[in-house]
């Protein structure tokens, strides 16, 4: 039994040292990550336009060619009326002709009106762009900051995980879940001891039968305050990482 709450205590140790690994990297990897999803968005914001340009400019083409077969007709159309024989001909042509008419108009005004998008979508992109650009080179400044810290570290962490995978491995499974359920919690901190009668966590007093019982070291105890994991001062002492 006193080995369990022996690791456990360890575990909280091994946890502290790679919390404060972790400190030092401050802001930068909420930074970053934030970043990235900046440019993200901008990037998919970007993409977006340059379809709808492109599928504006496949519109276009087609109307222009839809603009070449009516003028074609309209043409072989005013041939006709030269020779037609009646009225009846006649109003027939003349209405394919306005047909037509109406056709090439119908599509220059829609071309006109795709172009303008076309500008305008051109023009969003421009003034995006040297966001784009500037966050860019903002990530990657953060990025290298982020590097160096980890980089200076890299060995001492290392150093961390290997202990701490190793006392994973002995603990109870229900030990670790408990640890982790309280250490996410309680801010990171699992285990606790008794300093000068109270709960190091919480900094209650703990009734002198509880302290009497935890000096046993024969059970698991949790603070009743805090729902920490408390471990007698014996343990804490006895563990030095
Ligand atoms: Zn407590």
């Known amino acids: 039994m006193i080995n369990r709450l022996k690791i456990l ?21 909420k930074t970053v990550e934030d970043l990235e999803t900046e440019i993200d ?7 977006e336009k340059e379809l709808q340009r492109k599928e504006s400019m496949g519109k276009r083409k087609k109307n222009e060619s839809q603009i070449e ?3 074609e007709s309209q043409k072989k159309f005013k041939a006709q009326l030269y020779k037609v024989r009646n009225n009846k001909e006649y109003d027939a042509l003349t209405k394919e002709i306005d047909h037509t ?8 005004a829609e071309n006109n009106e795709l172009a303008d998008l076309s500008k305008t ?17 903002e990530i990657k400044k953060k990025k290298d900051d982020l ?11 290392a150093k961390l995980n290997t202990q701490r995978k190793k006392l994973e491995s ?26 000068r009668s109270a709960c190091s966590g919480c900094h209650n007093i703990v009734p002198s039968q509880r302290q ?7 059970r698991l105890f949790y603070c009743e305050y805090c729902g920490r994991i408390l471990v007698s001062a014996e343990i804490s002492e006895s563990v030095a990482v």
């Open 9 to 29: 205590y360890e575990l909280q140790k091994i946890d502290d040292q790679l919390d404060e690994l972790e400190e030092l990297r401050g802001d930068l990897p």
């Open 41 to 47: 968005e901008i990037k998919n914001t970007i993409s």
């Open 69 to 71: 077969i009516a003028t």
């Open 101 to 108: 008419e109406e056709l090439v108009k119908k599509h220059e």
């Open 121 to 137: 979508l051109a023009d969003e992109i421009d003034e995006i762009k040297p966001k784009l650009d500037e966050l860019s080179d």
């Open 147 to 157: 590097k160096v810290i980890i980089k200076a570290n890299e060995k001492e962490e």
């Open 170 to 195: 002995q603990i109870k499974k229900g030990d670790l879940s408990a640890y982790m359920r309280i250490r996410k919690a309680k801010k990171g901190k699992a285990v606790a001891t008794i300093k």
């Open 212 to 218: 009497l019982e935890l000096r046993q070291n024969n």
